[in-house]
DNA sequence: CGAATTTCTTGATTTAAATCAGGCCTCTAC
DNA sequence: GTAGAGGCCTGATTTAAATCAAGAAATTCG
């Protein structure tokens, strides 16, 4: 379940968790008094449905965004990371549910408040445009990619400072090598990528036979040829 | 090719075209001295990875982005209508084409300018917000609808006031109809919906068969049952 | 107008991924 | 330690959509 707490107002910018504290920098919501909630693993922020009267920013942790259809089939449509910005609602009701996937620290501010500052709105501004690109890649990985391509496009997403774009150069070939921490679970990977969860086991065990990864523990994967797996995206 | 006008400066609230000028009044950004271009049907606003330096707002027509993997696999990633804002870039590059289906008219503005001006951040905000769960939709079409419903999907967000979302009541069950007009060729259906112009075509077909949709030219369909439609959109 | 080009449709076949089914780890709890 | 549960992997088979391959409409153009 979700630990919620809800601060003295002013107190935002002092939370218990130092680690907390300085991820909170990454954005700037904190300092007009936005409520920071602590959320575990596995918690539901809001519900598909629910009234939104809020906007939320992550300020540390994993969540992921998800829709449902009537049958059960399910699409995760975004993977958020700190400083993302979450929960806006085009009517009055949350058009897809928020979920945890690790332990995240979460600041809530009204709309309102961010129509009042113009810094905030550029923020917003620029977070959107950031997150609509992301969106557009991702439409292409869903309407276009091989099962194949979605798995690396996804695993080289997970590489900071490359996000699936771009390539390291001809100097680090082949024996470059990069540890990651998987947040999410086969089937939530499966939901992202609009594949079965077979599909992705298969994949990632035919990676792993190739050489390209290696796993000791289901959630850590090493990358051991960073630049073969990018140019397994399709980008490339 | 592009007609291009570059109207004097405080010019723009005036063109040529009365239809336009109506049109345009659904934005304001008309009114804060962007610049009006006027684009034919089938032609290129901005290129991927043309350099980004202003924002458009569509005014009047239809326009679609688009993005290509470099061996030619294209991937539709929003088709727009009058009011909606596109060229926004995170970086300094455009991450995606841009192309008129039909002839349009189009408002290009400073992003400096819009921060200059809370109405324009909140019309702004307002309208990527609207996008994102546009494209928060599509994901899920292309990451969980069969084709046909994706097909069923395409038809009914081209039914005013239903965005594929909404459903008749029971009181226009069956024999509830609705003109529209095709912008989009069979290529490019597909390249929405992500997938093959056969695979379009034979569904296409098959609802004709079935008599949910009428055809008599390619570009022009009559929806016999919309309700019938609806229900095939794996929405309900 | 008729030829040429493009767009659309339809059929036959292949194939990538889904589905169906069972077994194997890994962790937790007792 | 053993039992149970959930997550993961793998094999066999099916299937939806892609691909391959012609034709048939439209549309353009000389």
New interface residues.
């Given amino acids: 379940m979700a630990y919620i707490t809800y601060p003295a107002a002013g107190d935002a910018k002092t939370p218990a968790n130092p680690a907390a504290n300085q991820l909170s920098l990454r954005g700037s919501f904190a300092e007009f008094g936005a409520k920071a909630q602590v959320f575990g693993a596995h918690d539901v922020i809001f519900y598909e449905g629910d009234p939104a009267k809020r906007l939320y920013e992550l300020a540390q942790g994993t969540v992921m ?1 998800f ?1 449902l ?3 059960g ?3 995760v ?2 993977v958020l990371r700190p400083g993302d910005i979450f929960g ?3 009517q009055n009701e949350h ?2 549910t928020a979920e945890t996937l690790t332990g995240a620290h979460v600041h809530e501010i009204d709309l309102k408040q961010i ?1 009042g500052s ?1 810094d905030l ?2 923020k ?3 977070c ?6 992301v ?6 990985l ?4 091989s099962a194949v391509e979605r798995v690396a496009s996804f695993l080289m997403y997970l590489v900071p400072e490359r996000g699936g774009v771009g390539c390291p150069g001809p100097s680090d070939e082949e024996n470059d090598g990069y540890d990651l921490h998987l947040t999410m679970t086969r089937q939530e990977i499966a ?1 992202y ?2 594949l079965t969860i077979e599909t992705v086991s298969r994949v990632v065990s035919d990676l792993k036979r190739r050489g390209i990864i290696r796993i000791d523990r289901a959630d850590r994967i090493h990358l051991t040829k960073v630049c073969r797996l990018c140019q397994m995206t ?3």
Same sequence: chains 1, 2.
């Fill in positions: 965004l829709k259809l009537p049958d089939r399910r699409q449509v975004e806006l609602a085009n058009e897809c129509e113009p709105q550029r917003l501004t620029k959107l445009m950031a997150q609509m690109q969106l557009h890649e991702h439409a292409v869903l309407g276009r990619k939901d990528l609009g399709g980008i490339h």
